[in-house]
């Protein structure tokens, strides 16, 4: 359940320029500026198949970039949202997803070295499974970050929407 974003979000999203209009690209372009390192936007397959996830902010330390992937199906203000929610990860302070580099013949015929390194992935996040509390509060802050973006850009574009017209700007305000 998203409740109302506390002052942690609001302060996460303060002075952050949202662009307008508000699309996938441009987007990623505000995000990219404020990002410490190289950052690339996937839209193809997922870069972790077993992960049922519609977005992921992926680290990369053997590469120069990290990344974030949205689901290709999704198009329009969906894959907006989901953008928003793994840049409100960012935003927030939230640790991203470890991409493991690629590693080389297994050692083992039965062990995989995923199981030898201790963890396959870190914390993911997901729909499915059960999450301790720590889990929920960082999801709920994400989805309120994108939730409190995307209406500060619906208010802001209703807010200009005949800006480029006086006599219709007028009428608007009066009415």
């Excluded at 974030?68 to 409100?88: K, S």
């Amino acid at each position: 359940m998203i409740h109302r974003p506390d002052k942690h979000v609001q302060q996460a999203l303060h002075g952050f320029q949202i662009p307008v209009p508000l699309t996938l690209e441009a987007l990623f372009a505000a995000i990219q500026e404020r990002y410490p390192r190289p950052l690339e936007l996937l839209r193809g397959e997922s870069p972790l198949p077993a992960v049922p996830a519609s977005g992921l902010w992926l680290t990369r330390p053997d590469q120069e970039s990290d990344a974030m992937w949205v689901d290709p199906g999704l198009n329009g203000a969906a894959a907006v949202h989901v953008l928003a929610h793994e840049g409100g990860h960012f935003f927030l302070g939230h640790q991203p997803v470890e991409l493991p580099a690629a590693r080389r013949a297994e050692p083992y015929e039965f062990i995989t070295a995923d199981f030898l390194d201790g963890c396959l992935l870190g914390r993911t996040r997901s729909q499915e499974g059960p999450h301790d509390l720590e889990y929920a509060e960082i999801e709920s802050q994400a989805e309120a970050f994108a939730f409190l973006l995307r209406k500060r850009a619906d208010q802001r574009a209703r807010d200009t929407r005949y800006k480029s017209d006086p006599l219709l700007d007028r009428l608007h305000r009066a009415l």
